[in-house]
């Protein structure tokens, strides 16, 4: 066979060919060629190591590059067969793509041996394919090669390695010719062929899920009329009713009944191939079954059914791929998750970030947003740039105020990576696949507030928080995204965030907001896998956006850097939740006086906030914080005074 020299390609398209380095990434690389750059690029493959090693590749377009679960294959402009059979060559293949003047090309795989040969063929199409027309096309290039090709050909959005292995030999060829799709316009061309799918595929039999014969009514009608052999593991094997054009007589196992299971109706399937595939329909009325359900199942030999099987099990592989064994040192070659923000958000699943009312929780998370969304740096941090959607579940309209101030103060009039919604999807329900949907793949998705999506559930409750952290969980896999909650603390501030535990020990990292005064605090209480504890002053600069229907001004703020409040350095110690909560009270209150401030109020002010609290451990409290802050406290009990 010569090398490809056909000085007329069948077509002048642009091929993209999808690369994935290896087969742990999912954000693949797209470049284009023509046909003839394409053969030159499969002729000079690296070498690799081992299979595993090799790229995936895929002569077709997906969704955003990314092979991940939700994405899509949007088209090819080549079919891409597999042949595991050992017994064609390729030399062979490629003869046969000649005698019909089909242009393609074939490499061998991995696993291939030139006495067990394994390959791939790659045939050029004159346009871009979308689903609904590969699986005919595919057909047609099998019936071309005899009906020899695989059935994971026929899985529409399958990738192949490709490369050399050290060890191994690899074989090369093209030849010229016109695009298959091109010959498929009136000429004559052989039958197109669905794959031979042994039964282990079509149904992987397990007698624990097919009905009984018995209550089976076509099963029962087999074996009432006679056309019933035998019975196997979830099928009834049975005489062929086109048994007349076989070679060799109906014998047991040749033929059979495959029995429903609950999500399949029955299905008919025969070994023979002289006289062509028998679909169920046409069983039931050559057997004498008037069947009265005359369900659109397909038949076992349609392409339909080929796809829908083929689907079946690539989802099976992909759900055992979940637990897959591997090796230490395999295990040891994945690469570390890295961070959005380094040393601060974790390229991870979960992170929540909590504070009291008023704290500025909600600016600290537009900031860090907006941050990703634009690169660059924050807080002397790298950041990695990608897209973020914030889901604005609370106050909508505040939110848009925000935005504007940020806007403003930064000199922006977009930011391209930021998307918002702004209405309030569910936790509790299967809202989190319409958010997939929705959002694609993103890099952070910021949801404001988590309590904002619990409707009627209840915080405190385990089955609550633990059906909101395993949507927010399924979300951050569908979408490759972290998942940032923005959440309020509870009444005890020294407890943490407000709600069931159980969400303090499903996330990755957590981060509390506390103000003390006009001075607000940015603490780091948890790093799964990095250094916690880390702290940050910030102040929200107040940012005038216009003025209202009535001529009043209408403001907003911003995060803007500051030094950490005084309560926190002081000594070098930060101060508890408790005393921090009662200083911030008393910061509250200095606001109108400095002094004078009546213990009663501040104890009155304080209870709501601080669950347990009693005259006892309140006046403790107070007394530690006055002694930190250099605060006088004058007179005794409820009639004292305290002056800052």
Known sequence: MTEHNSTQPSTSLAHGLTL???????????????????????????????????????VGAFRDNSRARGSKLLHVTALMGDYDAE?????EALAMLAEWGIEGLVYTSASHHPEKPRWRVVVPLSRRVEEKDYHHLMSLLNGVLGGILAPESWHWARSYYCGRVEGDE??????????????????VLPDPIVPNIPLKLVREIDTSTTVDPKDDPVAQHL?????????????????????????????????????????????????????GPIGRTEFLRMVGYDDPAQDDWPDI?????????????????????????????????????????????????LVVIYGAPGSGKSFMALDMAMAVARGGEWRGRRVKQGRVVYVAAEAAKGFRNRTQAYCIRNGLDDVPLLGIISSAPSLLNEDWSLLHESIGPADVIVVDTLSSTLPGGDENSAE??????????????????????????????????????????AVDAEFEVVKDGGVHMLRNTKQKEGEDGQRWGFALDVVMLGVDEDDEPVTSCVVNEAELPTAVITGGVPLTPTQ??????????????????EVKAIKESVA?????????NFWKVLRKVCERMDYTIEGEGDDACVSI
């Open 20 to 58: 994935f380095p290896t087969d742990k990434q999912t954000k693949g690389q797209l470049a284009f060629f023509e046909w003839p750059q394409m053969v030159e690029w499969f002729k000079g493959q690296k070498t690799y190591r081992a299979k595993n090693a090799c790229p995936l590749i895929k």
């Open 87 to 91: 017994q064609v060559t390729p030399q």
């Open 170 to 187: 690899y074989e090369f060829d093209a030849v010229g010719g016109e695009g298959v799709d091109r010959l498929d316009n009136g000429m």
């Open 223 to 275: 074996i009432n009329t006679g056309w019933a052999l035998g019975r196997g593991d979830g099928m009834i094997y049975c005489r062929c009713p086109k048994e007349d054009q076989h070679t060799t007589p109906s014998t047991l196992g040749g033929s059979a009944w495959l029995l429903p299971t609950a999500e399949e109706p029955g299905n008919y399937s025969c070994r023979h191939t002289t006289h």
């Open 301 to 349: 030999h349609s392409e339909e059914f080929v796809s829908l099987v083929a689907e079946k099990e690539k989802q099976k592989l992909e759900r055992l791929a979940r637990f897959a064994v591997e090796p230490l040192p395999q295990f040891h070659q994945h690469p570390a998750p890295g961070w959005i923000i380094k040393g601060v958000l974790p390229r991870a699943q």
């Open 464 to 505: 609550t928080m633990t059906t909101a952290i395993a949507n927010c969980k399924r979300l951050a896999d569908a979408t490759g995204a972290l998942v940032i909650l923005v959440h309020h603390s509870g009444k005890d501030a020294s407890k943490g965030s407000r709600g069931h535990s159980s969400l303090l020990g």
């Open 580 to 597: 921090a909560l009662v200083h911030g009270v008393i910061q509250e209150m200095a606001q109108a006086q400095t002094e004078g401030i």
């Open 608 to 616: 709501p906030l601080w669950d347990g609290m009693t005259g006892s």
